[in-house]
Nanobody, 123 residues
Framework: QLQLVESGGGLVEPGGSLRLSCAAS????????IGWFRQAPGKEHERVAC????????????????RFTISRDNAKNAVYLQMNSLQPEDTGVYTCAAELYYYC????????YGQGTQVTVSS
């Protein structure tokens, strides 16, 4: 069974940092494109970062550019989202997604999704 499990969410004050992890089981992430999405209350899913497995390109949403960094560790079969300078508007459920031999794409277009981890930015 293909599974992604996120961890690392929590409550953080504005200006703080969190590192989200997304661990894969049942398959290797080596050739998978990765997307990190977030959903704020009452809003649709927004892609915040993605990594293509076809051309290695990385993309960020404009709202997180320069603050968030997506990375992967194939040896650990995991991907990460380092989030710095967090702001209240970054609050939401963060979900990782994976698709084999794929480019960056939108919510619903990936093959495997995690269950999500809550990030709350508040003082």
């Amino acid at each position: 069974q293909l599974q992604l499990v996120e961890s690392g969410g929590g409550l953080v004050e504005p200006g703080g940092s969190l590192r989200l992890s997304c661990a894969a089981s049942g398959f290797s992430l080596d050739y998978y494109a990765i997307g990190w999405f977030r959903q704020a209350p009452g809003k649709e899913h927004e892609r915040v970062a993605c990594m293509s497995s076809m051309d290695g390109k990385i993309q960020y949403a404009g709202s997180v550019e320069g603050r968030f960094t997506i990375s992967r560790d194939n040896a650990k079969n995991a991907v990460y989202l380092q989030m710095n300078s967090l702001q209240p508007e970054d609050t939401g459920v963060y979900t990782c997604a994976a698709e084999l031999y794929y480019y960056c794409s939108g919510w619903g277009n990936y093959d495997v999704y995690g269950q999500g981890t809550q990030v709350t930015v508040s003082s």
